[in-house]
């Protein structure tokens, strides 16, 4: 009776009702969001909102959050909104949350690299994965704060030495990444963007991102030297907004929309949704570096299976090979920050 009424949608994963209204049965589900009154806590905040998949939206930040709580929380959806300031507050922020989205951080300025982060986000992100381990070991981590190369090895660490590590349990958000390459793919091919699939794999920075153009679909008869283009401003594309915004930060709306996406394609694994594929920064045997970006399914534990690469062109084996030296070495000095500090 109530399978007729409701019906899942493959555009927003949610459980509606004929009527538009989230359903009953969506399963009470608790997303945390920290660093939820920057740049991208605030509009992430509010997408989360919207999600019917979410039942209790708990928003932290180290101040803010009271005021974005307040604000979020008069929005007619579904979702019982909660915010916490402080230290003394991130255990209740935590505490049986099924997904936690991590924003928290420092932004890039023009001229800096992601890595150029990493002396203030390691130490954000060490002692956030910390409190995860305490409060709330079983949820699914999405690690948004940067270095991702670096601050995903960091959490691992951080799990391991607290005993609760399970590795289908922690992704690096690179969703950005993905539907940047749909963007300016669709722009180049003249297709419809809404069609666009394109995988992107490898890491979260310069020459560590890897679209896939090749597998690109819609097919397009694009040549070298626009894929070649294509690849570059993909690769380039969170300088592309941090030049733009000139001091005022790095990309927070594209990136609040692309982390509402990831988050809502793990709820939808944890509800048992089949067939749910996104790209992300995992540990991983695809290659032979310990943590990757690749296609996911995701499932009821997480990961349920990482996908390998698929058919590569000339130009992507090439990019393969020339990105593992730099990533090695970011995982690497993530591991080794965990371990020494
Ligand atoms: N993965 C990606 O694709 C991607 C995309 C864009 C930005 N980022 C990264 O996301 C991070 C945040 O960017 P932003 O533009 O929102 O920055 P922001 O400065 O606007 O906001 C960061 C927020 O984190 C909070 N914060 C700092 N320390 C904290 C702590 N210990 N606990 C909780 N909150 C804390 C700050 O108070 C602030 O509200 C940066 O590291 C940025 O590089 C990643
Ligand atoms: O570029 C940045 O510093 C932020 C983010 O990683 C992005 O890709 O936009």
Redesign the pocket.
């Known amino acids: 009776m109530l399978r007729s009424i409701v019906r899942r949608t493959s555009t927003t994963g949610a459980y509606l009702t004929r009527r538009g209204f989230a359903s009953e049965s969506a399963p009470d589900r608790k997303v945390a969001i920290?660093?939820?009154?920057?740049?991208?806590?605030q509009p992430l905040s509010l997408l989360m909102k919207l999600n019917p998949l979410v039942s209790q939206l708990s928003l932290?930040?180290?101040?803010?959050t009271p005021g974005v709580a307040a604000d979020v929380s008069h929005i007619n959806t579904r979702s019982q909104v909660s915010g916490f300031a402080g230290d003394e507050q991130?255990g209740q922020a935590l505490e049986g949350a099924d997904v936690v989205i991590i924003?928290?951080?420092?932004?890039?300025k023009p001229g800096m690299t992601?890595d150029d982060?990493f002396n203030i986000?390691a130490g954000?992100v060490k002692?956030?994965c910390t409190a995860i381990a305490k409060y709330c070991p079983h949820a699914l981590v999405n690690?948004?704060?940067?270095?991702?190369n670096s601050t995903v090895p960091i959490a691992a660490e951080v799990f391991k030495k607290a005993g609760t590590y399970d590795e289908k349990r922690l992704f690096?958000?690179?969703?950005?990444?993905v539907v940047r390459a749909k963007t300016f793919y669709a722009g180049k091919a003249k297709v419809n963007v809404a069609d666009v699939i394109v995988p992107v794999v490898g890491g979260?920075a310069g020459i560590t991102i890897l679209p896939l153009f090749s597998q690109a679909t819609p097919k397009a008869n694009l040549g070298d030297e626009e894929i070649e283009a294509l690849t570059k401003r993909t690769q380039d594309g969170?300088t592309e907004v941090v030049e733009a915004k000139a001091g005022k930060?790095?990309?927070?709306l594209s990136?609040a929309y692309?982390?509402a996406i990831f988050a809502d394609a793990c709820l939808k694994g944890l509800n048992g949704v089949p067939d749910v594929v996104e790209c992300s920064f995992v540990q991983s045997t695809v290659t032979d570096l310990p943590f990757f970006a690749s296609k996911v399914r995701l499932g009821k534990n997480g990961v349920e299976e990482v996908l390998g690469l698929g058919p590569l062109s000339d130009f992507e084996k090439q990019g393969l090979e020339a990105l593992k030296p730099e990533l090695k070495s970011s995982i690497e000095k993530g591991i080794k920050f965990a371990n020494d500090n």
């Open positions: 920290l660093g939820a009154a920057g740049g991208i806590g932290y930040d180290i101040a803010g991130l924003p928290a951080g420092v932004p890039r992601r982060l986000n954000i002692s956030l690690m948004i704060s940067n270095p991702v690096g958000v690179t969703t950005l990444d979260h969170g930060g790095s990309a927070t990136m692309a982390g």
